[in-house]
């Protein structure tokens, strides 16, 4: 009402219109009316300014409209769980995330070579790093190093005077196979136990430190079973045991993105 006022004050002192007195209801009116650039010049900003909020808060307002913002996603607040084989060393990545992620704990679950692959589709982890080979359904997976395998025995076996070890060399020995083996090698010549397998690598790594026969491992599991009674040496024709990292199929959590960055050397800044 008061711009309506201003624009009728001025028309009426127009000196176009000649007397200040003269037919104020039509300047008046034309003033309102006719005069469009006048009124848009005087108001233009001010009711634009006014529509665009308006329209703003139809948009905000109206649900099921076409041009409803799309509410944004909450920032995952963890813990991100991070399934681990016994052997891998994930220390160095951990070392990251806590840098890069000081808000979000990263927790390890140690994980079983034969529980691997469940504990990442049944989601008792959010990824894992686990042992190659492994049942890729539904699945995906980096690979991101390879181990060497080493043969375990007594410490005084006749083995350890050779600073490494072929496969030739294993012939008439008994090579123990523990349960769920970390890596599979045949061994041509080889003497089969008379035991059953060991359940665990340690206790495969035990058996093989009393002198009765050698065990292949990644070298990772020989360093952490090490026992004083025990030995090993590298396997040089022997097959190379890879450590994968694996999460599910499908659109990929921004936790478990963030992870894969890492692995992947990724900076902080850097996109995919």
């Known amino acids: 009402m008061a711009a309506s006022g201003a624009r009728s004050g001025r028309s009426g002192t127009s000196p176009r219109r000649g007397s200040g007195g003269a037919k104020p209801r039509p300047a008046a009116g034309k003033a309102s009316s006719g005069k469009a650039s006048s009124g848009k010049a005087s108001s233009g900003k001010g009711s634009g300014a006014r529509a665009s909020g308006d329209r703003g808060a139809t948009r905000k307002n109206s649900p099921g409209s076409g041009s409803t913002p799309t509410a944004r996603t909450p920032a995952p607040t963890g813990p991100f769980r991070l399934g681990a084989i016994e052997g891998a060393t994930p220390g160095r990545w951990i070392d990251v995330w806590k840098e890069r992620m000081p808000g979000i704990p990263l927790e390890l679950v140690p994980l079983e070579i034969s529980d691997q692959r469940r504990a990442v589709t049944e989601a008792s982890v959010d990824a894992a790093l686990v042992r190659l080979p492994i049942d890729r359904t539904g699945l995906q997976a980096i690979t991101l190093y390879e181990e060497t395998p080493v043969v375990v025995c007594a410490a005084d ?34 003497v089969p136990p008379t035991f059953d397998a060991p359940a665990t690598v340690a206790e495969a790594i035990a058996i093989a430190a009393t002198g009765v026969g050698v065990v292949i491992v ?55």
Do not use: C
């Open 157 to 190: 076996a006749h083995l350890t005077a050779a600073g490494e070890l072929t496969l030739a060399d294993l012939a008439g020995e008994v090579v123990i196979v523990p349960q769920n083996p970390p890596v599979t090698v045949v061994v041509d010549g080889a």
């Open 218 to 272: 990644p070298m990772s599991l020989a360093r952490l079973h090490h026992r004083k009674d025990a030995a090993y040496r590298p396997l040089v024709d022997g097959p190379l045991s890879p450590v994968a990292l694996v999460w599910p199929d499908g659109e990929t959590p921004p936790l478990v993105d963030t992870f894969i960055g890492i692995v992947r050397g990724r900076t902080a800044n850097s996109s995919r």
